[in-house]
C-alpha cells in the first residue's frame, strides 16, 4: 500500500467540553518542551500498540480506560454508585462488576450509558488530574482516550491524534482478538462509532494503520518526532 506519513492538518471549532473536565483543565496544555497530546481512534484501530510504540520512543502514557476502571474498583464510591445504578446482578463473586455485562446492558441502553458515564467520567477526570502531577515533569504525554470525541473532550487537547483504519481491518484485527464476540456484535459496536471521516476532520494528526506492524512501528517514529516538539516551528497549523 502507498506510503502515508501521519500529517498535521487544521482543526475545525471543537464543541465545548463538558463541566467535570475544566476541573485542572490547564495541566493538559501543550507547549513548547511540555507537550500533552490527545490519542483516539476506532475500536480496533490500534491506539493501544501506537501508545506503546510510543511509550518505547520515550513518552509517558495515560491510558483514559485504565483509570475508568480504577474509578468503578470494588468498595469505591464510584463502585457503589454503579451497583445502585445497575443492581447487584452487575457484580461478580469477586465483588468486582462484570464489566462485559455492563458494556452490553449500555450499548443496548443510551439512558444508562448516560448514566454510568455521568458517574465514571468525573471520577476518571480525578484520577487524571493526579497521575498527570505525578508526570508534570515529562517533557512527552499522551493520553489514551478512546471516546475523545464522543465525550466532547477533544478541545482540550493539542495535538489530537487519531490512530486510523478501514472498517475491514477493524474488524478482521477484533474478530482475531475477541473470538468470543460474535460477528453480530462486533459489526453493531464498530458501526455505532463516530464515523472515521469525522474523527479526521477534527484530527491534529493521523496516524494511518492499515497496514503491517512494521509499516505502523515506522510511522509511530514519525509521528513521536512529529509531536516531541509540537508545536516547533514548522508546524504551524
Ligand atoms: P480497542 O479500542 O478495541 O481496545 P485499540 O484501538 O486499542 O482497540 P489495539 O488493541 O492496539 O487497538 O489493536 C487491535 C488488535 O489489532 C490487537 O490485537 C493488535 O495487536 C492488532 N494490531 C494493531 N495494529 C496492527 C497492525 N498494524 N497489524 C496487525 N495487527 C495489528
Not at 451497583?83 to 457484580?91: I, N, Q, R, S, V
Not at 464489566?99 to 458517574?119: H, M, Q, S
Not at 465514571?120 to 493520553?143: D, F, K
Not at 453493531?188 to 494528526?205: G, H, T, Y
Request: with cysteine.
Amino acid at each position: 500500500m502507498a506510503e502515508t506519513r501521519p500529517e498535521l492538518t487544521r482543526r475545525p471549532e471543537a464543541p465545548p467540553p463538558p463541566p467535570w473536565a475544566l476541573v485542572g483543565a490547564e495541566a493538559l496544555q501543550s507547549q513548547p518542551g511540555r507537550v500533552r497530546a490527545a490519542l483516539t481512534g476506532g475500536m480496533g484501530s490500534g491506539k493501544t500498540t501506537v501508545a506503546e510504540l510510543l511509550r518505547a520512543f520515550g513518552a509517558e502514557l495515560i491510558d483514559f480506560d485504565g483509570l475508568a476502571r480504577e474509578a468503578l474498583a470494588p468498595e469505591t464510591p464510584g463502585w457503589a454508585q454503579a451497583l445502585e445504578l445497575f443492581g447487584p446482578k452487575a457484580k461478580k463473586p469477586d465483588n468486582s462488576l462484570d464489566r462485559a455485562r455492563l458494556a452490553e446492558i449500555i450499548f443496548k441502553k443510551p439512558d444508562l450509558r448516560k448514566a454510568l458515564e455521568a458517574i465514571v467520567h468525573p471520577l476518571t477526570w480525578e484520577l487524571m488530574g493526579r497521575r498527570l502531577a505525578e508526570l508534570q515533569a515529562s517533557p512527552l504525554v499522551i493520553i489514551d482516550v478512546p471516546l475523545l470525541f464522543e465525550a466532547n473532550l477533544n478541545s482540550l487537547f493539542r495535538p489530537v491524534i487519531v490512530c486510523f483504519a478501514s472498517w475491514e481491518t477493524q474488524y478482521q484485527r477484533l474478530r482475531s482478538r475477541d473470538p468470543n464476540r460474535s460477528r453480530g456484535l462486533t459489526k453493531k459496536m464498530l458501526q455505532s462509532q463516530l464515523p472515521f471521516s469525522e474523527k479526521i476532520r477534527q484530527a491534529d494528526v493521523v496516524i494511518n494503520n492499515d497496514g503491517s506492524l512494521i509499516d505502523l512501528i515506522r510511522r509511530a517514529k514519525d509521528l513521536w518526532l512529529m509531536i516531541k516538539d509540537y508545536p516547533g516551528p514548522a508546524k504551524t497549523i
